[in-house]
């Protein structure tokens, strides 16, 4: 079975631009998670998402949206980017999608902003 | 104050000795994964516990949820075990709240 994927891999973007990152579950996990790691610190929790609605939000502005789809595919949306945003994004699944799952990671989406 | 406290930040150690890596947090949470993260950003979640003891090969988890403590342990350590552990406690909110990490290098 394929694990989590996400798409692209990396990403170079410029200021003020928008910005739009996939992830694949794993086939039957019904949860998705978003996190942002900046280079040299730990990971940041960004959204949370079962069954299409949106299950919990961590501290990020609102330029920062995301959304899940039937198939249980996600999307997280960052607009109005800035410097800052320049970071590994990862998503993570989980089965049956309750909290407190296991978590399978995506290998990461590298977003650099200049 | 941060919510998540590891320690040690980092760790040296021989291949073969036992390691510990604890992690205190704050606030209360329904679960904790113990992750492990190589060079290069891969995440592996080892565990999630909510209360007592998990074991998986070498590696050992505990929890003591009164305690808001929990430890990761690991037997025999070996030179693919070094890798950054991070502890992370999940709020009743769904939110995941992530510790500091804890650098390891076992060296042969």
């Known amino acids: 079975d394929a694990g989590v994927t996400q798409s692209p891999t990396h990403l170079i973007k410029t200021r003020g631009q928008q910005v739009t990152l996939r992830c694949s579950p794993i086939s039957g996990h019904k949860s998705v998670s978003w996190y942002q790691q900046v280079l040299g610190q730990g990971p940041q929790f960004i959204f949370q998402?079962?069954?299409?609605?949106?299950?919990g939000r961590g501290n990020f502005p609102d330029r920062f949206s995301a959304r899940q789809f039937p198939n249980y595919s996600s999307e997280l949306n960052v607009n109005a980017l800035l410097l800052g945003d320049s970071a590994l994004y990862l998503c993570?699944?989980?089965?049956?999608?309750?909290?407190?799952?296991?978590?399978?990671f995506g290998s990461g989406t590298q977003l650099s902003v200049l | 104050k941060n919510e998540v406290e590891q320690s040690p930040q980092n760790l040296t150690a021989q291949e073969g000795e036992f390691i510990t890596i604890n992690c205190s947090y704050s606030v209360g949470i329904s679960a904790l994964h113990w992750l492990q993260q190589h060079p290069g950003g891969g995440i592996v979640s080892l565990f999630m516990?909510?209360?007592g003891k998990k074991k998986h090969g070498r590696l050992i988890a505990t929890i003591n949820i009164q305690e808001k403590h929990s430890s990761l342990h690991i037997t025999a350590s070996h030179p693919r075990d070094s890798a950054v552990y991070i502890c992370a406690p999940l709020r009743a909110t769904n939110k995941l709240i992530f510790g500091t990490g804890t650098l390891l290098a076992v060296q042969p």
């Open positions: 993570a699944s989980s089965h049956p999608g309750g909290a407190g799952e296991k978590l399978f």
């Open positions: 998402y079962y069954e299409k609605e949106e299950r």
């Open positions: 516990l909510s209360s």
